[in-house]
Each structure stands twice: as structure tokens, then as C-alpha cells.
């Protein structure tokens, strides 16, 4: 490139735009929380992707994957503009299997590195980094729901006479043995983040949620809870009347690190809090 031939303004805006581009990139606002994450509910048969974004401020956030490719642009308006937002949780639709194939669902999502990348209410940018994986663990398996360990197939488990019930379940240690990539892998020591155990009166409010640590696999449904459950009653779908409530549902979520990526930096970018899959199940009262 032959300088003298630029104009006088072209030479002043290259020299000047190198610093300028850098102080920009200094003062970037991180997000304090940055996800992007697929959740495997392994009972329904269904996949889907779940973001959150959390920090300061913003009137513009947006998420840009593999090849600058964006997938969500969001712009606040008029008074939600000047106030801004400052946090964003969303949960893609979960077709099942037969209606969207897993390996479909995959390539929609590319494994790679993704970015939340924003603008806040005074006009500073705001990104942070996250590496989405396509490796899924395998969903948590239930031993015993009270005095039973065997229940019948597509059947709420029988605790027997307990006044609190207490579920087990056996430690996630690897991929998931179909879906995904790296299947019926191991998962790696300390790859769980924990657990999260989520029990509920279906057809009502009430619901109970826990997170655990990766060392513990049970938790026990209280005798309090149960008896509430006993004094409801919920509407029948066949006849439209009001019914006892005889079961008691729950669930069980396992989240896992799934790796890492280096940025165009260089710096290293993991997927915490990572991919999870869940187990749904009930039990009789």
C-alpha cells in the first residue's frame, strides 16, 4: 500500500482506529452470568437449548455462534429502553424424538464456541463467552422409591407404609449411550455439578426443588409434604369432578461440565455450567 497516495483524513483515521478499537475492547462490560446449555429429558424422549444472560443493565443483547452466525437479537424499546433489563432466561420448545430427530436437533446447534454480545443502557458493550457441547450425560437412574425397588413398567413406584419417602438413585458416570457425541463415555472425576431433585403435586402450585452436591444421591420427601398432597383434591380429566390426589410427582436433573475451547485470544472458554438430563417419575400416597 503506498501511504502518500491516501488522503490526509484516511491516514488519521488509520492510525487512530487501532487504539481506539482497543480501549473499546478494554473497557467491555462481562456479563456476570453467560449460559447456553441442551437439557436431555430422557422420559418424554425430547431435547431442547436453554440460554441465560445476567449483568449489569442492557438495552440490547444478542447471541452469536460458529461463523458469526446470530440465533436471538433482542432490542428493549421506548421507557424499557432507559430502564434496560439485566436478566434473560429462555427454554427453547422440546418436540419429541418422532417429530424432531435428535441428529437434526444437533446440527441446528453446532458444537462451538458461542457468544452473549450486548449493548448496556449507557452504551458501553457487554459480551460473555460459553462453550456448548453436543456431549449429554446420561439421564439419572432411580434404585428405590421408599420400600420398593423394582416398579412396574409406565407405573408410579410403591413406597409402601412410610410416612416420608425416600428416593435413590444410582451416581451419573457417563455420556449418555446414544445421543450426542462421545456416547457411553466416561464422564471424568468431578465432571457433575450437582444434582437437582424437583418434586410436585401435579395439577397444582406446589412444587419443592433442591440442589444437591455431586456426592449425594438421594433425598427424602417429607411427611409434610405428603400430607398436604393427601389434603388436596384436583379435577379429574374424564369426568370434570373433584378428586383425591393419589400420587406424587418428581424429577431428577443432572448437570455436568462438557469441556472447553480456546477464543480467538487464546484464552480458554468452558461450558459450566454444562449440558443436563433429566428423569421424571411418581410415586402412589
Known amino acids: 500500500m503506498k501511504l502518500n497516495k491516501l488522503p490526509i483524513v484516511a491516514l488519521a483515521l488509520a492510525f487512530t482506529a487501532a487504539p481506539l478499537l482497543g480501549i473499546a475492547e478494554e473497557d467491555e462490560v462481562e456479563l456476570d452470568e453467560s449460559q447456553l446449555y441442551f437439557e436431555l429429558n430422557d422420559t418424554d424422549g425430547d431435547l431442547g437449548i436453554h440460554g441465560k444472560a445476567d449483568g449489569d443493565a442492557w438495552r440490547r443483547m444478542r447471541i452469536e455462534g460458529p461463523r458469526n452466525r446470530r440465533l436471538l437479537d433482542i432490542r428493549t424499546r421506548s421507557r424499557l429502553t432507559r430502564q434496560g433489563l439485566t436478566e434473560l432466561f429462555f427454554e427453547s420448545a422440546e418436540p419429541t424424538f418422532d417429530e424432531l430427530d435428535p441428529e437434526t436437533f444437533f446440527n441446528r446447534f453446532p458444537e462451538g464456541l458461542y457468544e452473549w454480545e450486548g449493548l448496556t443502557v449507557d452504551r458501553e458493550d457487554i459480551e460473555g463467552e460459553m462453550f456448548l457441547s453436543h456431549r449429554i450425560p446420561a439421564a439419572p437412574v432411580v434404585a428405590s422409591v421408599g420400600e420398593e425397588f423394582a416398579p412396574q413398567a409406565d407405573e408410579c413406584w410403591d413406597p409402601g407404609d412410610v410416612d416420608e419417602v425416600l428416593i435413590d438413585w444410582h451416581a451419573v458416570t457417563h455420556t449418555h449411550a446414544s445421543l450426542g457425541s462421545d456416547t457411553n463415555a466416561p464422564l471424568g472425576d468431578n465432571a457433575v455439578i450437582y444434582y437437582e431433585f424437583v ?87
Open 199 to 285: 418434586v410436585e403435586i401435579d395439577d397444582t402450585d406446589f412444587k419443592a426443588t433442591a440442589l444437591v452436591p455431586p456426592d449425594v444421591t438421594e433425598w427424602t420427601v417429607s411427611e409434610a409434604f405428603i400430607q398436604l398432597a393427601e389434603s388436596l383434591t384436583v379435577e379429574d380429566e374424564d369426568t370434570g369432578l373433584q378428586v383425591p390426589v393419589d400420587e406424587i410427582k418428581f424429577e431428577i436433573i443432572v448437570r455436568v461440565e462438557t469441556g472447553e475451547v480456546e477464543d480467538d485470544d487464546g484464552e480458554t472458554v468452558d461450558s459450566a455450567p454444562g449440558n443436563q438430563s433429566a428423569v421424571e417419575s411418581c410415586f402412589e400416597i
